[in-house]
Every structure is written in C-alpha cells, then in structure tokens.
C-alpha cells in the first residue's frame, strides 16, 4: 500500500551533534531511518544547505541511499547571498559534499527570499546551472504567491526554467497557503511539497523545540490551545494527534497526488508509525469538522506561509 499523496523523508534532523535542530546524529542511525523509508517503497529525500550547518548533507553523502531521488537548497542568511557567484558556490558545495549522491540532485530549490538581489539576476544563475546539468527541476520555498508568479514571468520572457515545485508550510491549523498561493501554484502548475504536517510537533502533543528559531517559536506557540480542545475528541475516536494530522493531509487537505507531503522523524518507531497514518483512510467526519472549527477560529492569529527575512 502507498499513500494517496507522495511522501518525502525530510532530512533535517540528520547532523552533528551541537548544530541547530539536529537530533539523529550518527551515520549508522541516519541509514536506519533511509532503510526504513525506502523499504516502504518512498524514493524522496529533502535536505538543505542550512540544515545541520551543512551535516545534513555531509551525512547523506556517506549513506547508501538506495536509488533514493533527492531534493536540496540554497538558504541566504545575509544579504547578497543569492548573487550568482555566491548561489553557484552554494550548489557547487552541496553537490560535492553530497558524494554520490550530488550528481542526482532532483529538486534545487531557494529555500528563501534574497529580496536584496533582483530575482532575475538569480535566476539567471539558476538557469545556467540547469543547462549545465547541475539539478533536474527547479523549486521555490517560502516566497510570497506574488513572487512565485514574478519568477514565472521572467522566466517565460527570458525562456529561461520555471519554477515546477513549491515547499512550504501546511497542516490542518495552518492552512493560509489554500486561499493565495495554492491558486498561484495551480495557475502555473507548480506541485506543492508541504513540510510541518504535525505543525512543528504541536499536533503530536508536544511543545515547539527549544532551539527553534524565534520566528517558527511565535508560529507554532499560539496554536497550543487549540490542540488542548482536540484532545478528548480524539480520545473518542481512539486516535493520536500525529495520525489525525497525517490522515487530515492525506484527505481533507487540498493536496493532489502530484504534490508532496514531508515527514519528520526522529527513530524508526516513530517513522514507521507516521507511514502508516499517512497509508490510512479518510477521519470520522466528526473530527474533520472539529479540525476546520479550529482554523476558522484561529484563522485570523494563522501565521504568514512565507517566512519573512529581517536583514
């Protein structure tokens, strides 16, 4: 069995010990979970080069990936990181650090805006990377729908590549990218891969992580209380939050199978139990209404999908 919408083992938590929001620290570990998830029958793997300060990467590139397809990003953190020699030495290192692995990269995505670089200079450089074989597709993540569709336009004047994939945030309290974006998307057909399912671990039960940026700890904190309201429902049906999280974006979401769904995990337990909520049917409709209650109150509060970079 597979799941309706294609899953993706996000690999950031994959790195060495100390690096911001790593919590699978050995290579013997790291091959467990890639074992796992492959065994399943599910190829993707998503990685940055942020992710670990680069161990994520540097990781992947001494595992056995099984025939895995595997997507990466440049992240900007200061100004100018996406000029064009700059956004090449990013890719350049990922694919190298990556091994064997970096001359399969699928997906090159920007992980966020660089608004201090014209994007036509960037993608510029993306384009050149592209005809040089360096990635197969390229994607955007956390960028305004306005943004996606300004890089559409220049890319359709300049003959240069589109935009074929967007990553961003989405789960059942966190939807803002269903009434702008996801029309954007569809208008230009661009998939959507959506990470935090379980919104950061709060629909697990759990608190946002300690070494979270302050950004994603305002996101995620508000939203505490309205997981608190789910709980005896929950107990009534006898299901977990992560498994109604998953089943919800596998269901009731607005997600086809030409998008994508992330999943974070930790062990192999808590893979495999993930996979196999994401495998399962539709919820009690009971539950779904409980779950669109919940956003239509707490809409308002929602956070911004994009991720707005203060230079």
């Known amino acids: 069995m597979s799941s309706r919408v294609p899953l993706i083992y996000g690999c950031a938590s994959f790195g060495k010990e100390g690096t911001p929001s790593t919590r699978i620290h050995s290579l013997e570990d790291c091959q467990k979970m890639i074992d796992c998830f492959t065994a399943r029958g599910y190829k993707a793997l998503d990685t940055s080069r942020r992710y670990g300060l680069g161990t994520s990467e540097e990781f992947l590139g001494q595992l056995d990936l099984k025939d895995a397809i595997l997507d990466t990003k440049a992240c900007p953190v200061v100004p100018g990181d996406a000029v064009p020699t700059k956004l090449r030495e990013s890719l350049d290192t990922s694919i190298r650090v990556l091994g064997p692995h970096g001359k399969k990269i699928r997906v090159f995505f920007l992980h966020a805006p660089d608004r201090s670089v014209p994007f036509e200079e960037t993608l510029s450089e993306v384009d050149k990377m592209f005809r040089e074989g360096m990635f197969e597709e390229f994607g955007l993540s956390n960028f305004y729908s306005w943004e996606v569709a300004e890089f559409v336009g220049i890319a359709k004047v ?32 661009i998939r959507f891969h959506a990470y935090s399912p379980l919104a950061r671990g709060l629909l697990s039960g759990s608190k946002p992580t300690t070494d979270m940026s302050q950004i994603l700890s305002m996101r995620y904190s508000r939203y505490t209380a309205a997981f608190d309201q789910l709980s005896e429902l929950l107990q009534k049906h006898g299901l977990s939050g992560p498994e109604v999280a998953l089943r919800w974006m596998q ?21 495999e139990a993930n996979i196999d909520a994401s ?32 230079y």
């Open 279 to 310: 495998e399962k049917g539709p919820l009690p409709q009971e539950v779904v209404e409980a779950l669109s209650e919940l956003w239509t109150e707490n809409q308002g509060r929602a956070p911004p999908y994009y991720v707005p970079i203060a």
């Open 251 to 271: 269901h009731h979401s607005r997600l086809t199978p030409s998008d994508a769904v992330i999943l974070g995990a930790s062990s192999v337990t808590q893979l």
């Open 158 to 189: 300049k003959g240069w590549i589109q935009p074929t994939v967007y990553q961003g945030p989405y789960n059942a309290l966190e939807r803002n990218v269903e009434t702008e974006l996801m029309p954007c998307l569809r208008k230009h057909k």
